[in-house]
Nanobody, 125 residues
Framework: QVQLVESGGGSVQAGGSLRLSCAAS????????MGWFRQAPGKEREGVAV????????YYADSVKGRFTISRGNAKNTVSLQMNSLKPEDAATYYC??????????????????WGQGTQVTVSS
């Protein structure tokens, strides 16, 4: 089993930045496909970005390209999502997801087996 815990959410004004972090614990693997998803009230969950730890491959939703960066975190078994130039439409609960030993072949449609509990991001205009 893999446990995922997100942190770093909060409130920010439009144009500001936040950095989310996802820490994986429990059984560990050599590589992961990691993903960040978000869900706003009344909307479906959408993929934001995915990251393959083996090669550093990344893929982003068009809505966040050039503003968000997914990367390996500073601590072991962590992945971060740096969010810059935040917009009110970025407000949502952000979830981290993991698929051990899997290349992110599905991109934002990749099927993930493990999910975190989510962290709230609020962006005021």
């Amino acid at each position: 089993q893999v446990q995922l815990v997100e942190s770093g959410g909060g409130s920010v004004q439009a144009g500001g930045s936040l950095r989310l972090s996802c820490a994986a614990s429990g059984r560990t693997y050599s590589t992961y496909c990691m993903g960040w998803f978000r869900q706003a009230p009344g909307k479906e969950r959408e993929g934001v970005a995915v990251f393959y730890t083996g090669t550093g491959f990344t893929y982003y939703a068009d809505s966040v390209k050039g503003r968000f960066t997914i990367s390996r975190g500073n601590a072991k078994n962590t992945v971060s999502l740096q969010m810059n130039s935040l917009k009110p439409e970025d407000a949502a609960t952000y979830y981290c997801a993991a698929d051990p030993l899997s290349y992110c072949s599905g991109g934002l449609n990749h099927v993930f087996g493990y999910w975190g509990q989510g962290t709230q991001v609020t962006v005021s205009s």
